[in-house]
């Protein structure tokens, strides 16, 4: 086994079973900031999320992950903005299979998540996706495609729902103590 290959794993279980279950944000952000190939100023990331290859995993500033949260870098990047809020239990995923391949071969792409998104409980990114500033997915909502800037989206596959007011002037500053 590739010894690069062994190294992020190891570091991928000790964060996932170990340190990601701790009650302590500042051990979790500590980690992760060595961990993750970019943590911006004000992140704040709960208990039970899973990064898989931490080193294509890049947070903007002041974002909230919410726990549960699975982030998929395992052969490509995912980058989000500032002021991005992630709901409880979403998965961002950058790598799957195609269907129509005979040697069901890899398929993905990078997750691209703009500033001031919004991404609801349980919702599922797709690899590829761009999702532009001001979005906001709906809860359980199953993300397939690119979504335009300041627009909401619900449903599986996400669909357009309406249009969000670009004027947005807040600053997340979320930093749960246990959680």
């Keep these: 086994m590739n010894l690069k290959i062994f190294a992020g794993s190891v570091l991928s279980y000790s ?7 701790l009650p302590s944000r500042k051990i979790r952000m500590t980690y992760l900031k060595s961990y993750l190939a970019a943590v911006g100023q004000s992140t704040s ?3 039970r999320c899973q990064f898989l290859n931490g080193r294509k ?3 903007g500033d002041r974002n909230v992950i919410n726990f549960g949260c699975l982030f998929d870098g395992r052969h490509y990047q995912i980058r989000t903005g500032c002021d991005v809020s992630i709901g409880p239990e979403a998965s961002i995923l950058t790598l799957g299979h195609d269907p129509h391949s005979p040697e069901f071969a890899d398929k993905g792409g990078d ?8 991404i609801a409980y349980r919702a599922i ?18 993300v397939t495609k690119d979504i335009e800037p300041y627009t909401v989206v619900a449903g599986n596959p996400a669909r357009f729902i309406k249009k969000r007011s670009p004027d947005l002037h807040y600053a997340l500053n979320y930093q749960p103590w246990l959680f």
């Design 15 to 21: 964060y996932n079973h170990l340190i990601g279950n």
């Design 57 to 59: 995993i890049y947070l």
């Design 125 to 142: 990114i797709l690899p590829g996706v761009t999702i532009g500033e001001g979005a906001v997915v709906g809860a359980g909502s199953v």
């Design 111 to 118: 997750v691209i998540i703009g500033d001031r998104v919004w």
């Design 45 to 47: 990331v709960q208990m």
